[in-house]
């Protein structure tokens, strides 16, 4: 089978942090994500997705994060329903908007925001018509 198409599916998110606590914490208070501790690790489910949360600390070789936009992986991009309700209740919450609500497109309507450790988060809702 040396032609045989590959079979994939999405595994995880590793996201390398100085407080995995801290940030395990505001996926859960900002987008209602689920700790799960396993006993080598700290990892919180968001929308059926693992995030491994690995820690960081100073001297490892760890670089900064990154100030967006950049080459390479630019951002996770999170389907939400009611976007203006959940905009409204994280601005309330103080999360840091990069890029308010509008519409891309008819039937499309997206946002940006600053998560830990500088991570870019777009939140988009999709009207079922323009599928």
């Given at each position: 089978?040396?032609?045989?198409?590959?079979?994939?599916?999405?595994?995880?998110?590793?996201?390398?942090?100085?407080?995995?606590?801290?940030?395990?914490?505001?996926?859960?208070?900002?987008?209602?994500?689920?700790?799960?501790?396993?006993?080598?690790?700290?990892?919180?489910?968001?929308?059926?997705?693992?995030v491994?949360?690995?820690?960081?600390?100073?001297?490892?070789?760890?670089?900064?994060?990154?100030?967006?936009?950049?080459?390479?992986?630019?951002?996770?991009?999170?389907?939400?329903?009611?976007?203006?309700?959940?905009?409204?209740?994280?601005?309330?919450?103080?999360?840091?908007?990069?890029?308010?609500?509008?519409?891309?497109r008819?039937?499309?309507?997206?946002?940006?925001?600053?998560?830990?450790?500088?991570?870019?988060?777009?939140?988009?809702e999709?009207?079922?018509?323009?599928?």
């Open positions: 089978m040396a032609n045989a198409k590959p079979q994939v599916s999405w595994d995880h998110v590793h996201i390398r942090t100085p407080d995995p606590e801290a940030t395990a914490q505001w996926f859960v208070e900002m987008l209602a994500a689920e700790v799960v501790r396993t006993p080598v690790r700290l990892d919180v489910k968001l929308g059926g997705a693992s491994f949360l690995a820690p960081v600390t100073a001297g490892d070789g760890v670089n900064p994060p990154p100030v967006t936009p950049y080459q390479g992986l630019d951002h996770i991009g999170l389907a939400v329903k009611d976007i203006d309700d959940l905009a409204a209740q994280l601005k309330a919450k103080g999360v840091e908007f990069t890029t308010d609500v509008h519409n891309i008819p039937g499309v309507r997206i946002c940006f925001i600053r998560g830990p450790q500088g991570i870019s988060i777009e939140l988009l999709r009207d079922a018509k323009y599928k």
